[in-house]
């Protein structure tokens, strides 16, 4: 069970930089970041990951090298070319306490026919709390 005055300091952090986040989820979702065009929303990630001080590694997929993992699955109809990771680090001051990994992705699928969407998938937009467009509840 985490400690009250911990938690306290989370969602105190939370409150205070829901909105700062809302916007970096809404110019992640403008990214129409399909399989094999994700660098620029890599690129925006990596961008923001510096911003807060992290330490970020990026590196480009070796598919040749991936093949020979247990879980591998080819992509079809794309490449990994312009495909990249991007990891960032918090190094702490003190080597204390636990470690937290947040792990997601950017591809989103194909968003199909335009007469499906009440609203264009790359505008981020917000109804009754709500935020829609491609990818905008992937994580």
């Not at 069970?1 to 110019?27: P, Y």
């Not at 399909?34 to 990951?49: I, K, N, T």
């Not at 990249?84 to 699928?109: A, E, F, M």
């Amino acid at each position: 069970m985490i400690d009250a005055v911990i938690q306290s300091q989370i969602m105190a952090a939370v409150d205070a930089l829901f909105d700062e986040q809302v916007d970096f989820l809404k110019a992640l979702v403008r990214i129409p970041s399909l399989r094999g065009q994700e660098a620029p929303c890599q690129d925006l990630v990596a961008e923001r990951l510096h911003r807060f001080g992290y330490e970020v590694d990026q590196w480009q997929l070796d598919e040749a090298e991936m093949q020979h993992h247990p879980g591998f699955s080819p992509v079809m109809y794309t490449s990994y070319e312009r495909a990249y990771n991007v990891v960032g680090t918090h190094r702490p001051r003190q080597r204390k306490g636990r470690s937290l990994i947040l792990q997601g992705h950017v591809d989103v699928v194909p968003t199909g026919s335009a007469e499906q969407w009440t609203s264009p998938p790359f505008e981020p937009t917000t109804r009754d709390g709500w935020l829609y467009g491609r990818g905008a509840g992937d994580m």
